[in-house]
C-alpha cells in the first residue's frame, strides 16, 4: 500500500519558519504531481504549492513568495518550505500525491488518483 508520510509541522510565531517533508513509501518521480494541501476546520482543503513531475511548480497567491516546494531526490522527498508564517497559515497540511496509470506497490492505479498522507498541524501564533 502507497503510503506518504509526512513530518516537521508544529508551533511558530509570527514570522517564524517550518519546514514539512513528504516521503512517499515508492519514488517520488513515479507520480505525475505532488502537492500539499491544507485545512481549517469548516473550509473546504486548499491546493497551498504543487510540483510536476517535470518540476514545474504552482503556489496559491496566498504564499506566494513565502513557501517554497521542492523536490530532494537524495531522501526522496517532497518538502514545503514555510517563511514568514501568519496566523491565516494555521491549518492542518496534508500532501497528496497523483498517480499516473501504473502499478503502486503491485497494485493498478488509474491516472489521476490520490493519495494523502497523515495530516501535519501547523499553527502560527500572534
Known amino acids: 500500500q502507497v503510503q506518504l508520510v509526512e513530518s516537521g509541522g508544529g508551533w511558530v510565531q509570527t514570522g517564524g519558519s517550518l519546514r514539512l517533508s513528504c516521503a512517499p513509501s515508492?519514488?517520488?518521480?513515479?507520480?505525475?504531481?505532488i502537492g500539499w494541501y491544507r485545512q481549517v476546520p469548516g473550509k473546504q482543503r486548499e491546493l497551498v504549492a504543487l510540483?510536476?513531475?517535470?518540476?514545474?511548480?504552482n503556489y496559491a497567491d496566498s504564499v506566494k513568495g513565502r513557501f517554497t516546494i521542492s523536490r530532494d531526490n537524495t531522501r526522496n522527498a517532497v518538502d514545503l518550505q514555510m517563511n514568514n508564517l501568519e496566523p491565516e497559515d494555521t491549518a492542518v497540511y496534508y500532501c497528496?500525491?497523483?498517480?499516473?496509470?501504473?502499478?503502486?506497490?503491485?497494485?493498478?492505479?488509474?491516472?489521476?488518483?490520490?493519495?494523502w498522507g497523515q495530516g501535519s498541524s501547523v499553527t502560527v501564533s500572534s
Open positions: 510540483i510536476s513531475s517535470s518540476d514545474s511548480t
Open positions: 497528496n500525491a497523483v498517480s499516473r496509470s501504473r502499478l503502486y506497490d503491485k497494485r493498478w492505479y488509474p491516472a489521476g488518483f490520490n493519495f
Open positions: 515508492v519514488t517520488t518521480s513515479s507520480f505525475s504531481a
